[in-house]
Protein backbone atom coordinates (compact mmCIF):
# COMPACT_ATOMS: atom_id res chain seq x y z
CA UNK A 1 0.00 0.00 0.00
CA UNK A 2 1.51 3.48 -1.16
CA UNK A 3 0.16 6.65 0.71
CA UNK A 4 2.71 9.34 -0.14
CA UNK A 5 2.37 13.11 0.29
CA UNK A 6 4.87 14.37 -2.75
CA UNK A 7 5.61 18.03 -3.51
CA UNK A 8 5.86 19.48 -7.27
CA UNK A 9 8.80 18.63 -8.95
CA UNK A 10 10.06 16.86 -12.80
CA UNK A 11 7.91 14.29 -14.13
CA UNK A 12 8.64 10.80 -13.89
CA UNK A 13 8.23 7.72 -16.40
CA UNK A 14 7.16 4.48 -15.06
CA UNK A 15 10.78 2.82 -15.55
CA UNK A 16 12.36 6.22 -14.48
CA UNK A 17 15.60 5.61 -11.86
CA UNK A 18 16.88 9.28 -11.90
CA UNK A 19 15.68 10.34 -8.51
CA UNK A 20 13.68 13.61 -8.54
CA UNK A 21 10.19 14.37 -7.19
CA UNK A 22 6.52 13.62 -8.48
CA UNK A 23 5.86 16.31 -11.03
CA UNK A 24 1.79 16.63 -12.57
CA UNK A 25 2.53 19.29 -14.82
CA UNK A 26 -0.08 22.16 -14.89
CA UNK A 27 -1.52 21.41 -18.48
CA UNK A 28 -1.80 17.56 -17.40
CA UNK A 29 -3.30 18.56 -14.74
CA UNK A 30 -6.22 20.56 -16.53
CA UNK A 31 -6.94 18.18 -19.28
CA UNK A 32 -7.45 15.32 -16.39
CA UNK A 33 -10.10 18.05 -14.46
CA UNK A 34 -11.96 17.84 -17.65
CA UNK A 35 -11.96 14.39 -17.36
CA UNK A 36 -10.14 13.08 -20.10
CA UNK A 37 -8.98 9.57 -19.82
CA UNK A 38 -5.65 9.80 -21.21
CA UNK A 39 -4.39 12.41 -19.22
CA UNK A 40 -5.85 10.87 -16.18
CA UNK A 41 -4.18 7.44 -17.17
CA UNK A 42 -1.15 9.50 -17.64
CA UNK A 43 -1.23 10.42 -14.05
CA UNK A 44 -1.94 7.03 -12.42
CA UNK A 45 0.35 5.21 -14.39
CA UNK A 46 3.92 7.32 -12.88
CA UNK A 47 2.38 5.10 -9.68
CA UNK A 48 1.02 1.90 -11.57
CA UNK A 49 3.48 -1.46 -13.41
CA UNK A 50 2.78 -0.96 -17.13
CA UNK A 51 1.69 -4.85 -16.86
CA UNK A 52 -1.22 -4.01 -15.47
CA UNK A 53 -4.42 -3.37 -17.15
CA UNK A 54 -6.88 0.18 -16.57
CA UNK A 55 -10.25 -0.73 -16.24
CA UNK A 56 -11.75 3.01 -14.81
CA UNK A 57 -9.88 6.25 -14.70
CA UNK A 58 -11.67 9.52 -14.02
CA UNK A 59 -12.21 12.56 -12.38
CA UNK A 60 -14.46 12.77 -9.28
CA UNK A 61 -14.52 16.29 -8.29
CA UNK A 62 -12.90 18.79 -5.90
CA UNK A 63 -12.23 18.77 -2.20
CA UNK A 64 -12.36 22.41 -0.16
CA UNK A 65 -12.66 25.60 -2.37
CA UNK A 66 -12.08 25.77 -6.12
CA UNK A 67 -9.10 27.35 -6.32
CA UNK A 68 -7.28 26.01 -2.82
CA UNK A 69 -9.30 22.21 -2.83
CA UNK A 70 -7.85 19.06 -3.64
CA UNK A 71 -9.03 17.38 -7.12
CA UNK A 72 -9.99 13.63 -6.51
CA UNK A 73 -9.23 10.70 -9.08
CA UNK A 74 -9.61 7.36 -8.84
CA UNK A 75 -8.59 4.33 -10.68
CA UNK A 76 -8.92 0.54 -11.09
CA UNK A 77 -7.03 -2.00 -12.27
CA UNK A 78 -6.66 -5.74 -12.69
CA UNK A 79 -5.04 -5.53 -9.37
CA UNK A 80 -5.78 -2.58 -7.45
CA UNK A 81 -7.29 0.31 -6.68
CA UNK A 82 -6.04 3.44 -6.29
CA UNK A 83 -7.00 7.16 -5.20
CA UNK A 84 -4.88 9.97 -6.09
CA UNK A 85 -5.54 13.94 -5.06
CA UNK A 86 -4.08 16.96 -6.20
CA UNK A 87 -3.35 20.22 -4.73
CA UNK A 88 -2.41 23.45 -4.81
CA UNK A 89 1.40 24.18 -4.84
CA UNK A 90 2.47 20.54 -5.99
CA UNK A 91 0.39 18.15 -3.42
CA UNK A 92 0.31 15.06 -4.65
CA UNK A 93 -1.52 12.10 -2.05
CA UNK A 94 -1.12 8.88 -3.72
CA UNK A 95 -3.01 5.48 -2.02
CA UNK A 96 -3.76 1.98 -3.51
CA UNK A 97 -4.71 -1.24 -2.22
CA UNK A 98 -4.51 -4.54 -3.91
CA UNK A 99 -7.85 -5.59 -4.20
CA UNK A 100 -7.20 -9.33 -3.13
CA UNK A 101 -6.52 -7.42 0.78
CA UNK A 102 -9.95 -5.58 0.42
CA UNK A 103 -12.08 -6.87 3.06
CA UNK A 104 -14.99 -3.84 3.43
CA UNK A 105 -16.27 -0.92 1.89
CA UNK A 106 -17.91 2.13 2.30
CA UNK A 107 -20.31 4.54 0.05
CA UNK A 108 -20.93 7.44 1.83
CA UNK A 109 -23.65 10.65 1.17
CA UNK A 110 -24.14 13.29 3.03
CA UNK A 111 -28.11 13.88 4.32
CA UNK A 112 -29.58 17.34 3.03
CA UNK A 113 -30.69 18.30 6.63
CA UNK A 114 -27.61 20.11 7.35
CA UNK A 115 -27.92 21.80 3.94
CA UNK A 116 -30.93 23.19 4.53
CA UNK A 117 -29.97 24.46 7.79
CA UNK A 118 -27.27 26.63 6.56
CA UNK A 119 -29.61 27.79 3.83
CA UNK A 120 -32.58 28.69 6.28
CA UNK A 121 -29.69 30.66 8.69
CA UNK A 122 -27.76 32.51 5.67
CA UNK A 123 -31.15 33.78 4.21
CA UNK A 124 -32.36 35.21 7.92
CA UNK A 125 -29.20 36.70 7.68
CA UNK A 126 -29.18 38.18 5.00
CA UNK A 127 -32.34 39.47 5.24
CA UNK A 128 -30.91 41.08 8.55
CA UNK A 129 -28.10 42.39 7.81
CA UNK A 130 -27.76 43.09 4.17
CA UNK A 131 -31.64 43.97 3.70
CA UNK A 132 -32.01 41.24 0.81
CA UNK A 133 -28.54 42.00 -0.75
CA UNK A 134 -27.01 39.39 0.20
CA UNK A 135 -29.41 36.93 -1.26
CA UNK A 136 -27.45 36.77 -4.34
CA UNK A 137 -25.01 34.80 -2.99
CA UNK A 138 -27.56 32.42 -1.56
CA UNK A 139 -26.46 29.79 -5.18
CA UNK A 140 -22.56 29.80 -3.61
CA UNK A 141 -23.50 28.70 -0.52
CA UNK A 142 -25.25 25.56 -1.75
CA UNK A 143 -21.86 25.22 -3.31
CA UNK A 144 -19.79 25.97 -0.53
CA UNK A 145 -21.60 23.62 1.24
CA UNK A 146 -20.85 20.45 -1.04
CA UNK A 147 -17.21 21.59 -1.59
CA UNK A 148 -16.95 20.63 2.35
CA UNK A 149 -19.39 17.86 2.61
CA UNK A 150 -18.11 15.27 0.48
CA UNK A 151 -19.62 12.19 -1.14
CA UNK A 152 -17.00 9.21 -1.60
CA UNK A 153 -15.90 5.63 -0.97
CA UNK A 154 -13.74 3.99 1.44
CA UNK A 155 -11.96 0.62 0.88
CA UNK A 156 -10.49 -1.03 3.96
CA UNK A 157 -7.32 -2.68 3.24
CA UNK A 158 -6.53 -5.97 5.42
CA UNK A 159 -3.11 -4.66 6.93
CA UNK A 160 -3.23 -1.42 4.99
CA UNK A 161 -4.29 2.30 4.91
CA UNK A 162 -7.73 2.59 3.53
CA UNK A 163 -8.39 4.04 0.23
CA UNK A 164 -10.23 7.11 0.27
CA UNK A 165 -12.20 8.49 -3.13
CA UNK A 166 -13.57 11.67 -2.29
CA UNK A 167 -16.56 12.89 -4.81
CA UNK A 168 -19.05 15.67 -6.27
CA UNK A 169 -22.40 14.68 -5.19
CA UNK A 170 -23.10 14.98 -8.89
CA UNK A 171 -20.53 12.18 -9.59
CA UNK A 172 -21.60 10.26 -7.18
CA UNK A 173 -22.91 7.88 -9.54
CA UNK A 174 -19.68 7.46 -11.38
CA UNK A 175 -18.17 6.56 -7.83
CA UNK A 176 -20.52 3.39 -7.43
CA UNK A 177 -20.10 2.30 -10.67
CA UNK A 178 -16.29 2.01 -9.57
CA UNK A 179 -17.56 0.39 -6.34
CA UNK A 180 -19.19 -2.07 -8.49
CA UNK A 181 -16.49 -2.52 -11.06
CA UNK A 182 -13.89 -2.61 -8.17
CA UNK A 183 -15.97 -5.42 -5.91
CA UNK A 184 -16.12 -7.49 -9.43
CA UNK A 185 -12.70 -7.13 -10.19
CA UNK A 186 -12.29 -8.30 -6.64
CA UNK A 187 -13.72 -11.81 -7.11
CA UNK A 188 -11.78 -12.25 -10.43
CA UNK A 189 -8.61 -11.17 -8.53
CA UNK A 190 -9.21 -14.25 -5.81
CA UNK A 191 -10.25 -16.89 -8.61
CA UNK A 192 -6.96 -16.22 -10.17
CA UNK A 193 -4.45 -16.32 -7.16
CA UNK A 194 -4.00 -19.45 -5.32
CA UNK A 195 -5.14 -20.10 -2.26
CA UNK A 196 -1.86 -20.39 -0.45
CA UNK A 197 -1.61 -16.47 -0.94
CA UNK A 198 -4.63 -15.68 0.26
CA UNK A 199 -4.26 -16.83 3.80
Given at each position: ??????????????????????????????RAKQDEAEAIQTMFR??????EELLFAEYLGVQGLW???????????????????????????????????????????????????????????????????????????????????????????????????????????????????????????????PRSLLA
Open positions: MNNTNIPESTTAGPDDTRGGQIRIESSLLSQFIPVDWVGRHSFACLTNRRICSMMVGPWGEVVYQDGLLEHHNSGIVYQPGLLGLYVVCILYILLALVFTLGIGLILFPYIVQWYYRVHKCGLVWAIREGVSVYLFTNRNRLTHANNLYRLASAQHDRRLAEL
